[in-house]
């Protein structure tokens, strides 16, 4: 079963906006921290943003400014509103949740299919 589904990917002009969507499935009380990374082309990925169950951001220096990210708990899900995007901006984008394990206590990783976003120049 899918814990996380992306949307909101696509192509845009340089200096466009898009905004992603990522629902989680998994229980919201388990959840710690929600967030996005990316990849490109012949890159690591790379953190965009995070935000914990406490409404605390995080923000890569790179989209600073550019992008906002936050959270419907009561729809347990996280946004990334992405405007002046620029074409290094080019990645297909990830959703990520952090998690407790209510089994182990441990802290577990759920990754989404990832949702493709293209800024053309």
């Known amino acids: 079963q899918e814990q996380l589904v992306e949307s909101g990917g696509g192509l845009v002009q340089a200096g466009g906006s898009l905004r992603l969507s990522c629902a989680a499935f998994?229980?919201?009380?388990?959840?710690?921290?929600m967030g996005w990374y990316r990849q490109a082309p012949g890159k690591q990925r790379e953190l965009v943003a995070t935000i914990t169950s406490g409404s605390t951001t995080t923000y890569a220096d790179s989209v600073k400014g550019r992008f906002t990210i936050s959270r419907d708990n009561a729809k347990n899900t996280v946004y990334l509103e992405m405007n002046s995007l620029k074409p290094e901006d080019t990645a297909l984008y990830y959703c990520?949740?952090?998690?407790?394990?209510?089994?182990?206590?441990?802290?577990?990783?759920?990754w989404g299919q990832g949702t493709q976003v293209t800024v053309s120049s």
């Open positions: 990520n949740t952090k998690y407790r394990s209510a089994s182990d206590w441990r802290i577990y990783d759920d």
């Open positions: 998994r229980s919201r009380f388990s959840i710690i921290a």
